[in-house]
Nanobody, 121 residues
């Protein structure tokens, strides 16, 4: 199973970016997908998650500014980021948790490679 993230880049303060992530491989189902971020010198932190049923969870710092969505048929997750500020600068990582595979019993968690988001004027 591989997760491919895209959509990062440079944005001005107050601007917007949209991140996308698609999981590929011999997947039966994915329970939760989400986004985490890690700024220089800081630990990785949760940004937002969404379950297969559409339940969402957001970090307080992004509530009202970021929106997570999901396409279950495509095993894809998206993060619409609005009103960006410098504190949002980080490498953003896509996560798929509770993954059931065709070829292996059990559930697994996978991470994407990370995509850089820089907010600067």
């Amino acid at each position: 199973v591989q997760l491919q993230a895209s959509g990062g880049g440079l944005a001005q303060p107050g601007g917007s970016l949209k991140l996308s992530c698609a999981a590929s491989g011999r997947i039966v189902s994915i329970n939760s997908m989400g986004w985490y971020r890690q700024a220089p010198g800081k630990e990785r932190e949760l940004v937002a998650t969404i379950t297969s049923g559409g339940s969402t969870n957001y970090a307080d710092s992004v509530k009202g500014r970021f929106t997570i969505s999901r396409d279950n048929a495509k095993n894809a997750v998206f993060l619409q980021m609005n009103s960006l500020n410098a504190e949002d600068t980080a490498v953003y990582y896509c996560n798929a948790d509770g993954v059931k595979r065709v070829d292996v019993w059990g559930t697994y968690s996978y991470w994407g490679q990370g995509t850089q988001v820089t907010v600067s004027s």
